[in-house]
């Protein structure tokens, strides 16, 4: 377990539902396989209705955002509802979230990416506040990732070699060149509510209740923000992201352009010309934050708190990405 992470017991899970007034026992709850980093879920049999506890220090600040982040994005019909927050309390140091339990399957790449293109149009279509809001609105989304960036690989730096240093020291050359060279038209790129965490593990695929037809339901908004919807599109193809998940799985050029224009006919030609330029410079952004994290999760431990059919997907995925002959080719294919 990472030092810091709280996992609360079923009786603290029991007391904090019941202060909501929620009546349950103890074996109204079942643990969902541990497939995240951040939550425990729990489902409350028969009610329909899944306990999102946050585990990761200083989340309790961050609640509700997560919580405002659900409501708004609920408007998109690609997201759970949210039923109840539950405040911070002794039970639960950091609160929790009730919300809509989602009965459906992982997506399977490539075959869903079209539900998820769907489903991403939807959130990105919502539209943005003015002024003041509780989730983050990024003044310039390309800096702030390549910060972001920076800070991971500091983290991960134990878990690199100095080859692969090497290559993702030429990434990062770029990506500072390319803010600086771009930073006008980058302050001017397509803003929307962005996944931010949009690969495709954070999906489900349910049945739609009225066409009887496939739907991608996205569950972890944790790190929603207002930003450049081209994160998103980039998260959810990307080679390294989807290694994370079944084996074998893997998309081809054609893949990516069925993808892609299944997302610009649900949002239209004008989106499609102002934020297809921007497509490409974001998919070598992410390809390089994913790295980031992933060495990032390499040096901390966090794999403990996985299950153990989720901790073997991050390893193999982690092993496949983190090698610095194959880091090289991924680079190589997102330019
Ligand atoms: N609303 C929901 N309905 C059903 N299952 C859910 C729901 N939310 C989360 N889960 C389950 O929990 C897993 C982890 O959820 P996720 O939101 O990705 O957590 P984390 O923030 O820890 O990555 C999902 O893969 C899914 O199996
Ligand atoms: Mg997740």
Partial sequence: MPPQAVIPKSRDLVAALTAIGARIRPET?????????????????????????????????????????????AASGHTPALH????????????????????????RVPEDLPALAVALAALHDLPV????????????????????????????????????????????????????????????????LVVTDAHPRNFLIATDSRSGKDKAICLDLERGQYACPA??????????????????ERLTSTDLRRF????????????????RPWLKPFARLIALRTTAAYAAFRASGAERVLGPEARALARKAIIHTLDAGRLAKIFAAVR
């Avoid at 134990?158 to 500072?176: H, M």
């Avoid at 998103?232 to 290694?243: K, R």
């Avoid at 892609?260 to 934020?275: E, S």
């Fill in 260 to 275: 892609l224009d299944t997302y610009f006919r649900q949002r239209g030609p004008r989106v499609a010309q102002t934020l």
């Fill in 129 to 192: 506040p003015r002024g003041k809001t509780p989730v983050p609105a990024i003044p310039e989304p390309f800096v702030a990732t390549l910060t972001l960036i920076e800070r991971n690989l500091e983290r991960g730096a134990a878990a690199l070699t100095s080859e692969i240093r090497q290559v993702i020291e030429g990434e990062r050359r770029w990506a500072r060149e390319f803010a600086r060279e771009n930073a006008k038209a980058l302050r001017r790129a397509p803003r929307t």
């Fill in 231 to 248: 994160i998103d599109l980039a998260h959810a193809t990307l080679p390294t992201a989807i290694a994370w998940g079944r084996s074998g």
């Fill in 29 to 73: 709850l079942e643990e969902l396989p541990r497939n995240g980093l951040a939550h425990r879920h729990w489902r409350l049999r028969g009610r329909g209705l899944v306990l999102r506890v946050p585990i990761l220090p200083g989340a309790a600040k961050a609640l509700d955002r997560q919580a405002t982040i659900f409501r708004r994005a």
């Fill in 84 to 107: 109840a927050v539950l405040r911070p309390s002794r039970y639960l140091p950091a609160g929790a979230l009730l919300v809509e339990a989602i009965g459906g399957r992982m997506p």
